[in-house]
């Protein structure tokens, strides 16, 4: 409870930045863009303008991760396969994974039920998880998919009914200190020194948005394992 009345005022803090912010950001770039065409081809002031336009999208893409934070838009839920979301983001991601010698397996329990979630926002979740992954093993590992349902448990204590499709997420990477693991999911805490620490609080965010929750297990030197816990919904249920 202390941790979500941290991540509300957090939240409403962020987005009345972010909001106050990409306003004049705004007013900058449109004035940016007009000094630019004034330019001939060729000078080399257009290419300063044009270096300013480019810093102002990545300052707006920053913003708008703040806000995916501080009010993740209402999920829109509908049943989907969980392989398929899997599966889609393996293929987007599997490139980058070959490339770094990551070895890659996914085990789905044969006869799992369809899951009631956002699937743009299930998705990113698993994005960032994959990524996270990624990021733990700059010289190569494994990744680990697996997924089972409980039909006897609950994610939450209101659930209406039993069940739970567990999807746990593990890599053989170099692990998260319990210093660390206490705070990881806290908005803008960050051991990358290029990250802004919202993955994970974006994740979890999203998550309990869906009424499901994640969970994690980490050994330092040997590896991390996010666990998703999703409530079971009926498929023949009335909206």
Not at 65 to 70: L, P
């Amino acid at each position: 409870m202390e941790r979500m009345d941290r991540l509300a005022t957090l939240g409403e803090l962020s987005a009345g930045i972010a909001h106050e912010i990409r306003n004049p950001l705004a007013g900058i770039k449109t004035s940016a863009q007009v000094l630019e065409e004034s330019f001939s081809p060729g000078d080399f002031r257009s290419q300063l303008v044009s270096r300013i336009v480019k810093e102002i999208d990545r300052s707006n893409k920053l913003l708008q991760r703040f806000f995916n934070f501080a009010k993740p838009n209402r999920p829109k839920p509908g049943f989907h396969s969980l392989k398929n979301i899997v599966d889609g983001v393996f293929l987007l991601l599997a490139p980058r994974l070959m490339k770094r010698k990551i070895e890659y397996s996914c085990e789905i329990e044969e006869g799992l039920p369809n899951i009631y979630i956002d699937e743009s926002q299930f998705e990113q979740v698993i994005l960032n998880l994959f990524l996270n992954a990624y990021d733990a093993m700059p010289d190569g590992g494994n990744l680990n998919v697996k997924t089972w349902y409980d039909k006897s448990g609950r994610v939450m204590a209101e659930q209406e009914s039993k069940g739970v499709v567990i999807i746990l997420i593990s890599d053989t990477g170099k692990g998260i200190s319990q210093e660390k693991l206490e705070r990881i999911f806290d908005p803008f805490y960050t051991s990358k020194s290029d990250g802004v620490g919202l993955g994970l609080s974006i994740s979890s965010r999203l998550l309990e948005e869906n009424q499901s929750k994640i969970e994690v297990n980490s050994v330092p030197g040997e590896g991390s394992a996010f666990k998703i816990m999703l409530p079971f919904v009926q498929e023949d249920r009335q909206e």
